[in-house]
């Protein structure tokens, strides 16, 4: 036996327990003793049980993923070798679970004969996540305890559920009532001399299955993939659990896995999961620096966004402050959020009993007095550097030393917002994305001065309330909103040359974007564009015309697209395709067949080449946190990794050729690829340097 797992008796029981800090993932390093305890246990003939235990806090939280592709993840013993060793022992196996049981922890566990949890214990199998799916029978042994659908919809959506649900569900036999260990024990000498029935042999789960209501489950798995591949392998590895015997879809399974692994979405889901851990990673903040304490929050606005942001604290378990500038707009803030918990409560996703205590947990006043108590205050007022600024005044005089004072400026300096205060070391940016309540992205705006425990508090908080948090740098738009003006600079040329609203709209979705540009304008309300236009003097011919026909988007039926009554259905328009024919002809434009890969040089590459300059000035600190901002906040594909990974499996190359051309061709800045662009280009380097280039 190794440090890493522990062979100890109890009486007739064998407890092997696994140490490999610090979530006990199953790498080769542990597998290897693991498999060689559990072969003692069986050919002990004094061992008439066998509990398989954790050291640390939690059972085995999975796979090591930073295996997967090299030699260690398919050296024997491997995981499915494991599993069969436990599901063909002689003596009752019973897996101890606390903490979590996830992917290659929960397939461990379902091999045993029996499951033993704590109540506060999560399984689950979140494969899907990282682009895979459970390659260690997962698939076929979970549907012979829980029936295909639910077992479908566990697997699909990489979701865990607790151990009470887990109970219910036959994927745990008993919930331990004081020590876990001594329970699994308790429960193992219980099944001594019983017959024992494999996982594998249960078959009562998936025979007579109602197969309609399957192919249905299996249909919305298909329509909410969008073109991911494993969540639809997933699906028909569990129809597979049904139609195929055991050893056939257990093999089928772990095919479906290889190919999936070697895959770019694989890849790509990969470098998420490790760039979203990277984000936490931040200059001048190290361990040693001490988040402040916040026990309430102030929210200045109740409006769309302040509301979003508040339930955020609130969801939290944070209670908040919120202000309004007068009774009226207060109301309406406060009926907005309960009608929103209302419609949870509808759903199913919160008890009644829950609102009430997230209502009770606001605190609504007009007076700026009451913020005083507050340690977090953040204002969601109008994007106007005066207003902010003027708020941020009556902040300083109101707030208690060491409170930290955030703005939610999507745009503005936050320079300029702290130099209006005497505390600029307190202030920081807070850019939550709408609606704030759902939006997991947050971008943390460092100032000049924000001092480094403030960041360390902003990072803190944020995982606290379920955000995923992005320190960034001060510039106009930050990250997200200055990546998407250079992504958003040739809509409308485009549209002027010969392009369509649809078939831009359908380049994007076709790349794996939720919806395209016009079609997210309809949706977002297209008079908020007029309006900022208006107010920094720019125009767009087209999108203001339609303006000026008071075609505001889906809220007045009209936009780019037509909307039937009741319906967020777009519909071609052909009033908007002459309108467009109309401007076109006004400005001498020659209108001409343009390509879909035209479509994307002029956006997506646009896009990636901002996000080079955002490196070179040092506003985001790797490329890994621009992948982050794009997935979690603006809907880039996480089948892609995100623009700067996805320009990786493009070839950067190949970017600036096309960037050089359409320079060349147009003689637009948002062409001119940025120096470091150019150099990662000329020595055949990447941002991020996956293995294969996209298909």
Not at 77 to 101: D, Q
Not at 354 to 375: G, N, S
Not at 619 to 641: L, Q
Request: glycine share 10%.
């Amino acid at each position: 036996m190794t440090e890493y797992v522990k062979l100890t008796r109890a009486d007739e029981i064998a407890v092997i327990t696994l140490d490999n800090p610090p979530v006990n993932a199953l790498s080769h390093h542990l597998r290897e003793p693991l498999f060689a305890a559990i072969e003692s246990a069986r050919d002990d003939d004094a061992v008439k049980g066998i509990v398989i235990a954790c050291a640390g806090r939690t059972f085995i939280s999975g796979a090591d993923i930073t295996e997967f592709g090299s030699p260690k993840a398919l050296a024997s013993p491997s995981l499915p070798e494991l599993c069969r060793l436990l599901e063909t022992l002689p003596k009752p196996a019973i897996a101890a679970i606390h903490g979590t049981a996830f992917g290659g922890g929960l397939e461990l566990a379902l091999s045993c004969h029996y499951r033993v949890a704590v109540k506060s214990a999560l399984v689950g199998l979140p494969e899907v996540k990282l682009g895979i799916l459970p390659g260690s029978g997962g698939t076929v042994r979970l549907p012979r305890l829980t029936g295909p659908v639910e077992a479908l919809k566990i697997i699909t959506t990489g979701n865990p559920i607790s151990a009470d649900k887990a109970l219910k569900l036959g994927v745990v036999d008993e919930i331990a009532d004081g020590d876990l260990v001594e329970a699994a024990i308790a429960f193992a000498r219980s099944k001594i001399g019983e017959k024992l029935v494999a996982v594998r042999d249960r078959t009562d789960r998936i025979e007579n299955v109602d197969m309609a209501a399957f192919d249905a489950a299996v249909g919305e798995v298909k329509k909410k993939a969008r073109g991911l591949d494993a969540p639809v392998a997933c699906a028909q590895a569990v129809r597979n659990a049904i139609t195929m015997d055991f050893d056939a879809a257990l093999k089928a399974e772990r095919q479906f896995f290889l190919d999936l692994v070697q895959g770019v979405q694989s890849q790509a889901q990969r470098h998420l999961f490790f760039a979203q851990r990277e984000t936490a990673k931040v200059k001048g903040v190290d361990g040693d620096v001490k988040p402040r304490p916040v026990a309430r929050v102030g929210v200045i606005g109740a409006g769309t966004m302040g509301g979003g942001i508040a339930m955020s604290f609130v969801n939290g378990g944070i209670p908040v402050t919120l202000l309004e500038m007068n009774r009226e707009a207060l109301d309406r803030g406060l009926a907005t959020i309960a009608k929103n918990y209302d419609i949870s409560v509808q759903r199913g996703s919160l008890t009644t009993e829950a609102k009430e205590q997230r209502l009770a947990a606001f605190k609504p006043t007009t007076d700026y007095a009451d913020l005083a108590e507050c340690d977090l205050i953040i204002e969601a007022v109008f994007e106007e550097m005066s207003v902010k600024k003027e708020v941020f005044g009556k902040l300083d005089q109101v707030a208690k030393p060491g409170a930290i004072l955030a703005s939610n400026t999507s745009y503005l300096d936050v320079d300029e917002i702290a130099a209006s205060t005497s505390r600029p070391q307190d202030v920081v940016g807070l850019h939550f994305f709408s609606p704030a309540n759902v939006m997991k992205l947050l971008e943390i705006v460092r100032g000049a001065e924000t001092a480094p425990d403030v960041l360390a508090t902003a990072l803190a908080v944020a995982k606290k309330i379920g955000k995923v948090p992005v320190v960034v740098g001060v510039c106009h738009g930050f990250v997200g909103n200055r990546m998407l003006s250079a992504r958003s600079a040739e809509n409308e040329d485009l549209l002027m040359e010969g392009a369509t609203p649809a078939q831009i709209d359908k380049v994007f979705t076709d790349f794996g974007w939720p919806m395209g540009p016009f079609a997210m304008g309809d949706l977002a309300g297209l008079d908020i564009g007029w309006r900022n236009r208006k107010a920094l003097g720019k125009t767009a011919a087209i999108a203001d015309a339609l303006c000026e026909q008071g075609r505001f988007g889906q809220k007045t039926g009209k936009g780019f697209y037509l909307y039937e009554a009741g319906s967020r259905a777009p519909k071609t328009d052909p009033d908007v395709e002459k309108l467009i024919e109309d401007k076109a002809r006004e400005k001498g434009v020659n209108r001409r067949e343009i390509s879909d890969e035209e479509i994307t040089e002029r956006t997506l590459y646009p896009l990636i080449n901002e996000g080079a300059l955002i490196l070179e000035e040092e506003i985001a600190a790797r490329p890994s946190d621009i992948d982050i901002v794009w997935t979690n906040g603006y809907g880039f594909p996480i089948g892609k990794g995100g623009p700067m990974f996805y320009a990786d499996t493009v070839g950067l190359k190949k970017i600036v050729e096309r960037l050089d051309h359409w320079h060349g061709k147009t003689g637009k800045d948002v062409f001119k690829p940025s120096a470091l662009l150019r150099r990662l280009a000329e020595e055949g380097a990447g941002f991020t340097a996956p293995k294969k280039k996209a298909a």
